[in-house]
T-cell receptor
Framework: DTAVSQTPKYLVTQMGNDKSIKCEQN?????MYWYKQDSKKFLKIMFS???????INETVPNRFSPKSPDKAHLNLHINSLELGDSAVYFC??????????????FGPGTRLTVL | RKEVEQDPGPFNVPEGATVAFNCTYS??????FFWYRQDCRKEPKLLMS???SGNEDGRFTAQLNRASQYISLLIRDSKLSDSATYLC????????????FGTGTRLTIIP
């Protein structure tokens, strides 16, 4: 019954490593997002995909590369991890319904710790 | 200046009291307004959308003042389960636009 799921839930890794986070939604939505919530709890958009096409890229370092194999999946690959990448990464999805008020549904988050 | 500004709190309020949160936004092109709720170590969830005429959902009332670029949330008869961080969120609307979040206001209801 999980609407938006992410794996893994926790990720602890060394600086310089490459890691991926996966996200899947079973809501039939056409748009998916990645958000980053830092240690001060500030939540900020990173990327958005609509029907597998990138539509938002918010000045994120190019070490971060999203990939959407189909509209139900949006993965995030991070190269050469840095200490400042430690955060909670949330995936979300929404359906464009023709009006301005479209609820975004969030996954449970992936807590990334870079040592 | 932050795009969405909120008083971070914390607000410590006795059970049964009424509490109000305020939020201001800087982008006058914003079209959609929301309050999301985030429990500790959980994901944000939509509490309510905020419409131009103001709207109510049970104990929760949201108001929007476009001229002042100001949004409010009022919680009446607060319950222990209302303890959470309340996030003010704006968007330029039109479906798949990004959400811009405030830093959140932390609320603790005291028994």
């Amino acid at each position: 019954d999980t609407a938006v799921s992410q794996t893994p839930k926790y990720l602890v890794t060394q600086m310089g490593n490459d890691k991926s986070i996966k996200c899947e939604q079973n809501l039939g939505h056409d748009t998916m997002y990645w958000y980053k919530q830092d240690s001060k709890k500030f939540l900020k958009i990173m990327f958005s995909y609509n029907n597998k096409e990138l539509i938002i890229n918010e000045t994120v370092p190019n070490r971060f590369s999203p990939k959407s194999p189909d509209k139900a999946h949006l993965n995030l690959h991070i190269n050469s991890l840095e200490l400042g990448d430690s955060a909670v990464y949330f995936c979300a999805s929404s359906q464009v319904a023709g009006g301005p008020y479209n609820e975004q549904f969030f996954g449970p988050g992936t807590r990334l710790t870079v040592l | 200046r932050k795009e969405v500004e909120q008083d971070p709190g914390p607000f410590n309020v006795p059970e049964g009291a009424t509490v109000a949160f305020n939020c201001t936004y800087s982008n006058s092109a914003s079209q959609s307004f929301f309050w999301y709720r985030q429990d500790c170590r959980k994901e944000p969830k939509l509490l309510m959308s905020v419409y131009s005429s103001g709207n109510e959902d049970g104990r929760f009332t949201a108001q929007l003042n476009r001229a002042s670029q100001y949004i409010s949330l009022l919680i009446r008869d607060s319950k222990l389960s209302d303890s959470a961080t309340y996030l003010c969120v704006v968007s330029k609307g039109f479906g798949n636009e990004k959400l811009t979040f405030g830093t959140g206001t932390r609320l603790t209801i005291i028994p």
